[in-house]
C-alpha cells in the first residue's frame, strides 16, 4: 500500500533564504508526482508535475525533483518571499491510478 | 480560461441529512476526481470520472457517490451525514489520462451539526 509521507510537518525561515521540503513514497511504481500548494481555507494550485520518466522540472523559482529508485522527490524554493507561505503538498499517482496525498508541510516565511 | 468551479462553496447541515455537492471542470478536461480534506487525515481520493463512467474509487462507504454528465460536469452526492463528514470537498479536474495535471477548484466547506 502506497504512503507517502512529508516532513517536516512546518517550517519557518527567513525570507531570502533557499530552502528544500520533502517528500517521500514507499511504491516506486508511479505515473507521476505533482507539488502543490494550498493557502488557509482555499484549493490546490498546481505547482509541477514529473512523470515517471523524468528528473526533474523547473517553473521560476521552484524546481522539483524525482528518485524514483529512493522513492524520494525534493522540492527547491530559491530566494524565499513572504507570499511563499502555504502548506505544500505532495502527490503521487499510483500504476492503479489511485492519487495518493502526503499530509504536507506547512511552511512560514519569515519577513 | 475559467478554471474549476465547484458549488456551493459552504454549507451547513444537520446528520441524517444528504448533499448533493456540484464541479464544473475546465473547459476541455474530461476526467474529474474528488476529495475529502480533514484536519486528521489530510487529503483522501474518493473517486474519479470520465467520459460519464467511474474510473476509480477510493476507500470511502457507499453513502458517498458521484456521478458525471455528458458535459463533464460532476456532482457527488452524500447520504444519511454523519458528524465526521465534516470536511473540504475539493474536485479536480485534467484531461483524462494517467499523464495529466491536476487542476483543483476551491472546495466546498460542508459543516455538520
Known amino acids: 500500500k502506497q504512503e507517502v509521507t512529508q516532513i517536516p510537518a512546518a517550517l519557518s525561515v527567513p525570507e531570502g533564504e533557499n530552502l528544500v521540503l520533502n517528500c517521500s513514497f514507499t511504491?516506486?511504481?508511479?505515473?507521476?508526482l505533482q507539488w502543490f500548494r494550498q493557502d488557509p481555507g482555499k484549493g490546490l494550485t498546481s505547482l509541477l508535475l514529473i512523470q515517471s520518466s523524468q528528473r526533474e522540472q523547473t517553473s521560476g523559482r521552484l524546481n522539483a525533483s524525482l528518485d524514483k529508485s529512493s522513492g524520494r522527490s525534493t522540492l527547491y524554493i530559491a530566494a524565499s518571499q513572504p507570499g511563499d507561505s502555504a502548506t505544500y503538498l505532495c502527490a503521487v499517482r499510483n500504476r492503479d491510478d489511485k492519487i495518493i496525498f502526503g499530509k504536507g508541510t506547512r511552511l512560514h516565511i519569515l519577513p | 480560461k475559467a478554471g474549476v468551479t465547484q458549488t456551493p462553496r459552504y454549507l451547513i447541515k444537520t446528520r441524517g441529512q444528504q448533499v448533493t455537492l456540484s464541479c464544473s471542470p475546465i473547459s476541455g478536461h474530461r476526467s474529474v476526481s474528488w476529495y475529502q480534506q480533514t484536519p486528521g487525515q489530510g487529503l483522501q481520493f474518493l473517486f474519479e470520472y470520465f467520459s460519464e463512467t467511474q474510473r476509480n474509487k477510493g476507500n470511502f462507504p457507499g453513502r458517498f457517490s458521484g456521478r458525471q454528465f455528458s458535459n463533464s460536469r460532476s456532482e457527488m452526492n452524500v447520504s444519511t451525514l454523519e458528524l465526521g463528514d465534516s470536511a473540504l470537498y475539493l474536485c479536480?479536474?485534467?484531461?483524462?489520462?494517467?499523464?495529466?495535471?491536476?487542476?483543483f477548484g476551491p472546495g466546498t466547506r460542508l459543516t455538520v451539526l
Open positions: 479536480a479536474s485534467s484531461f483524462g489520462g494517467p499523464i495529466n495535471e491536476q487542476f
Open positions: 511504491d516506486s511504481a508511479i505515473y507521476n
